[in-house]
């Protein structure tokens, strides 16, 4: 009966550790409990080899937190950090997700602007601006690289009367007919361009004099060969056409192109459907 206090004291002591935890008032009780066996040995005449044997020992009681204790503020605190930091990263994401889609719908706007500022809508040929834009390139590349580069330039004879005797409708597919015809028998290379009205301009580069009005002659012969339809009808119409080809004398690129104005005028004058060169 005298060891029951021991062991009460041992299993005492033991349980303030469970699921890793330390209850201090516990701890205590359990050292009490297990002086108060102690004691009880010796008064309670234990044999002289059992009581002899806890003389000369200190009793060392060693008291600290829990593991779980010590780190349960830092837990805590990491758990905020945590949220705040997995907060930012939502909205973090959230914002480039819509400045990312902000920014390719203004990009498919500009693309849109620059695609209606550089194609003519009723011929989906390139503009005046496009024109002036491509001829500048080619005229620095030529005058480098010491290239032939020849422009013609195409106007639809009596154009304004067609159109006063059988409507705009009808003369928007002479126009969408005169483009798709001068595309046609022109190459990849050359551009193609409306600079109005009934006015059209083809860049080609790399070709001299002698090609450029083989060009326009094919034009001609084309237009002769399969006659354009306006409003379900033929249309009687001629092309007059003039062909320059750049000259070492040609300081910009306005000269040049004015050049080739010059020289369809001259065609006009000369007749329906007549070629002039310069």
């Known amino acids: 009966g005298y060891l029951v206090p021991a062991f009460t004291a041992a299993f005492l002591g ?49 008291v600290g937190l ?32 819509l400045f990312a889609k902000q920014l390719r719908k203004r990009l498919e706007m500009e693309q849109q602007l620059q695609w209606l500022a550089n194609t003519d809508g009723l011929t989906g040929l390139g503009t005046r601006r496009a024109l002036d834009a491509t001829l500048d390139v080619e005229w620095r590349r030529a005058n480098r ?34 483009a798709e015809l001068v595309v046609q028998n022109t190459r990849t ?6 600079l109005g009205g009934d006015e059209f301009a ?16 094919r034009i001609r012969a084309a237009l002769a060969r399969q006659p354009l339809l306006a409003a379900g009808a033929r249309a009687e119409i001629a092309l007059s056409q003039g062909v320059v080809e750049l000259h070492a004398d040609d300081a910009d690129v306005s000269t040049f192109l004015a050049r ?14 007549a070629i002039a060169s310069d």
């Open 66 to 97: 829990a593991t779980e204790d010590i780190y349960a503020e830092w837990r805590q605190r990491a758990w905020v950090i945590g949220s705040i930091v997995l907060l930012l990263d939502a909205v973090f994401m959230t914002l480039s997700v």
């Open 202 to 217: 083809v860049i080609l580069p790399n070709c001299d004099m002698q090609a450029a009005v083989t060009f326009a002659d």
């Open 14 to 62: 033991s349980t303030q550790f469970k699921q890793g935890r330390f209850n201090v008032w516990g701890t205590l009780v359990s050292v009490f409990v297990l002086a108060a066996g102690i004691k009880g040995l010796q008064l309670w005449g234990a044999p002289t080899w059992i009581s002899d044997a806890f003389n000369g020992f200190s009793l060392l009681v060693a």
């Open 189 to 194: 290379q050359d551009y193609v361009a409306r």
């Open 145 to 178: 690289n010491h290239m032939p580069l020849a422009v013609l330039m195409i106007d639809v004879d009596e154009f304004k009367h067609f159109n006063d005797r059988y409507g705009h409708a009808a003369g928007d597919d002479v126009l969408r007919g005169v």
């Open 260 to 273: 080739a104005d010059a020289a369809c005028y001259r065609a006009k004058n000369e007749g329906r459907g």
